[in-house]
């Protein structure tokens, strides 16, 4: 099994930049993928971004060129760099992670301010 816990969520100005962590434990040797996940209120939840254990990145086309995955595979942490933000990023941001299934983790509040 693997465990999720996620950080940095908070409350940011539009334009403003955030960073979110995300520390995973337990079985991680056989992870695959991690990344990130978002839900806003009333709406489907969505992909943000995930990387492999090769170093290979995906972004949501909205997210493109604004915010950046990067992975420690030693400290089995992944970030997420959030830059020039925008009023719609708000949303619960989960954690998941890919192994012989997926794992979630428990979701951290990013609220942007108009």
């Known amino acids: 099994q693997v465990q999720l816990v996620e950080s940095g969520g908070g409350l940011v100005q539009a334009g403003g930049s955030l960073s979110l962590s995300c520390a995973a434990s337990?079985?991680?040797?056989?992870?695959?993928?991690i990344g990130w996940y978002r839900q806003a209120p009333g709406k489907q939840r969505e992909l943000v971004a995930n990387?492999?254990?090769?170093?290979?990145?995906r972004y949501a086309d909205s997210m493109k060129g604004r915010f950046t995955i990067t992975r420690d595979i030693a400290k089995n942490t992944v970030h997420l760099q959030m830059n020039s933000l925008e009023h719609e990023a708000t949303a619960v941001y989960y954690c998941?992670?890919?192994?012989?299934?997926?794992?979630w983790g428990q979701g951290t509040q990013v609220t942007v301010s108009s």
């Open positions: 998941y992670a890919l192994a012989a299934g997926i794992y």
């Open positions: 337990g079985a991680t040797s056989r992870l695959n993928v």
């Open positions: 990387i492999n254990d090769a170093g290979s990145t």
